[in-house]
């Protein structure tokens, strides 16, 4: 006669296959090779000159104040590249980008195309700071999803990487 032990061993084996949620186990090829799904800042490319606390308050669930504090430092960087200290936000961004008299040229200012495309990340600009940052300053709740955030995060690396590309940073 086997040991109860022995018996609810062996009944515990045998049942465990079939009460194991489904999904990768030890035998999975992503599991052997210690394969993992990266991080949404990894997948979306999230631009790494965010401060480290737009990555620990989204890891944390606070992806409106994770976006708030992405928007907050694009607004410095204009800040400092235009050298604009009186203006904030929305008019930071119209007088920063300004194409009759940018103090941040994206581009040469030369041809039609230039303008329209100075004239439009103005506006991009302006429009994230008055859309996107602003609400997260003054509202309590705003609600952003995990995806939601990350889209403005993707945004607010556009808008990085566009002053990167024109070597103002």
């Known amino acids: 006669m086997k040991k109860p032990l022995e018996q609810f061993e062996r009944l515990a084996r045998s049942t465990s296959l079939e009460l194991a949620p489904s999904g990768p186990t030890s035998q999975d090829p992503a599991n052997i090779l210690n394969l993992e799904e990266p991080h949404p800042f990894e997948s979306r490319n999230i631009h790494p000159d965010l401060p480290n606390k737009v990555r620990d308050l989204f890891d944390d669930g606070y992806g409106e104040q994770s976006v708030f504090e992405a928007f907050k430092f694009i607004e410095k960087e204009v800040k400092r590249i235009s050298n604009l200290r009186n203006k904030t936000g929305y008019a930071l961004m119209m007088d920063a980008f300004n194409e009759t008299n940018a103090k941040i ?25 008055a859309g996107i940052r602003n609400p997260r300053g003054h509202e309590i709740d705003i609600g952003d999803t995990p995806d939601e955030a990350l889209d403005y995060l993707a945004l607010a690396s556009l808008l990085l990487r566009r002053l990167d590309a024109a070597g103002v940073r």
């Open 105 to 129: 040229r994206l581009n040469h200012l030369s041809t039609e195309s230039d303008f329209d495309e100075q004239r439009g990340y103005k506006s991009i600009f302006a429009g994230a700071a």
